[in-house]
């Protein structure tokens, strides 16, 4: 932790609030070796423990949740013990499972309980989603630690990743998961790791976007309150530009507004129109890294926002919604990569991509290579895409096809190829 990033830490929250979060991260990282490596070194590890733990704050989504789901399902938690390690435990209280405890991990003031170091320890299994935070740096022989990750799209390594000493640290892991073969040479580069680490399963999360009782006209009326059952859904997930971390190249590009290949409000009231007359609901996912938009206040009648807060308060699970979808804009994130599954058309916004290319890079030398989708560069093109997706063209479908094989390794049971590969045994 430097010194900018306190400072803007204390700013942002305040002295008292900001104050107190250091606290707790210090009172934490003192934690570590007096429990976690104390453990590590008196305990054996328990073959019937599993360890889940997901991303800071966004406690029950993605690929751990997923992998816990199945696993729960299918009567796993009759033999082990599964530790779901969260934010907010207060929200679990009245989720009820057999054989399954919450504890407190990362919670907003950089609290770990002595208790997640302790299961992070002893755990047979330790499946995370981006990073353990340190709660299995010091574990039991015998532990098998997954990094589930949360995409592999076309991003090259942080400015951080390339310039920190310790960054070797990142491949501390046993095994971590992929989608397909040509994302095993990258990663193993992107982790500094050897190439038989990185397993090209695919991630959990695909069963449920490629679920086939995912129903559109549902999950719309719950999410949205839409009714209209002829209407092309499309989701538009732009990667950050702006976020509060540090070392990330990006958070120096400037767009004329929030949203790449969109000038303003009076195109944001066009492309509403557009919508309404091509019969389209576009439904717009803000990064959960992203900061400074203000879209979300305006009204329209075809243009919609979907944050993690409204898909958790209504019940609908992020790949879910995007399996019902019709097409995806996007531009150098890994949903373009997951969206391939699903054969059907893509966007890829790319306003910025000199800008982006030397300011963050990306892990193929020829990018748009692996971008069977339709380039836009401008408000038009945006507005055309639209046009072919309500009259049914598929532009790219040839493309998509041939590139495939190469980014995924297909299967129709994600979690349960990745649990037999594990051999875990009920």
């Keep these: 932790m430097n010194l900018g990033a306190i400072k803007k830490k204390l700013k942002e929250e305040g002295v008292f609030q900001g104050s107190l979060y250091y606290f707790c991260h210090f009172f934490s990282k003192l934690t570590l070796p007096l429990v976690e490596k104390w453990a590590s070194g008196h305990c054996s590890v328990c073959d019937t423990r599993i360890v889940f733990k997901n991303r800071e704050n966004q406690d029950f989504t993605d690929?751990?949740?997923?992998?816990?789901?199945y696993l729960v399902e299918n009567g796993y938690n009759e033999k082990y013990q599964m530790i779901y390690m969260v934010s907010e435990k207060k929200k679990f209280r009245n989720r009820k499972y057999k054989n399954v405890k919450f504890v407190t991990a990362e919670n907003r003031f950089g609290w770990n309980s002595p208790m997640a170091y302790y299961y992070g320890a002893t755990a047979k299994y330790f499946f995370y989603t981006n990073n353990s935070a340190d709660l299995n740096r010091y574990h039991c022989k015998g532990q098998i630690t997954v990094n589930l990750w949360h995409g592999c799209g076309y991003k090259g390594a942080t400015l951080e990743n390339k310039n920190?000493?310790?960054?070797?640290?990142?491949?501390?892991?046993?095994?971590?998961?992929?989608?397909?073969?040509?994302f095993v040479e990258t990663k193993s580069a992107y982790w500094k790791c050897p190439k038989e680490k990185i397993l090209p399963l695919g991630y959990p999360r695909y069963d449920w976007m490629l679920d086939e009782k995912n129903c559109k006209e549902e999950i719309l009326n719950r999410l949205f309150g839409w009714k209209e059952p002829e209407t092309k859904a499309v989701i538009w997930m732009p990667t950050f530009r702006k976020s509060n971390l540090t070392g990330y190249g990006e958070n120096d590009i400037e767009l004329p507004y929030e949203l790449p290949a969109v000038g303003g409000?009076?195109?944001?009231?066009?492309?509403?129109?557009h919508c309404r007359e091509n019969n389209i609901l576009l439904i717009i996912k803000k990064h959960p890294l992203q900061i400074g938009w203000s879209g979300q206040k305006e009204k329209y009648t075809n243009i919609c926002?979907?944050?993690?807060?409204?898909l958790e308060e209504r019940e609908v699970l992020l790949y879910r919604l995007v399996g019902v979808c019709d097409a995806l804009i996007s531009d150098y994130s890994s949903i373009a990569v997951d969206y391939l599954l699903l054969d059907?058309?893509?966007a890829f916004v790319l306003t910025d991509f000199e800008r982006y290319e030397k300011a963050r890079g990306f892990v193929f030398d020829d990018p748009l290579k692996y971008m069977p989708g339709e380039k836009i560069y401008e408000f038009a093109q945006l507005k055309e895409f639209l046009t072919h997706v309500g009259e049914n063209l598929d532009l790219?479908?040839?493309e998509r096809h041939r590139i495939l094989p190469r980014m995924h390794n297909r299967t129709e049971d994600y979690r349960g190829r990745l649990v037999e590969y594990l051999g875990l045994k009920k």
Excluded: C
């Design 63 to 69: 690929n751990a949740r997923a992998l816990f789901e």
């Design 164 to 182: 920190i000493p310790h960054s070797d640290s990142m491949s501390w892991f046993d095994y971590a998961i992929v989608p397909g073969p040509v």
């Design 265 to 273: 409000q009076e195109e944001m009231k066009d492309l509403d129109a």
């Design 305 to 310: 926002y979907v944050t993690e807060e409204l």
């Design 344 to 346: 059907r058309p893509i």
């Design 396 to 398: 790219f479908a040839g």
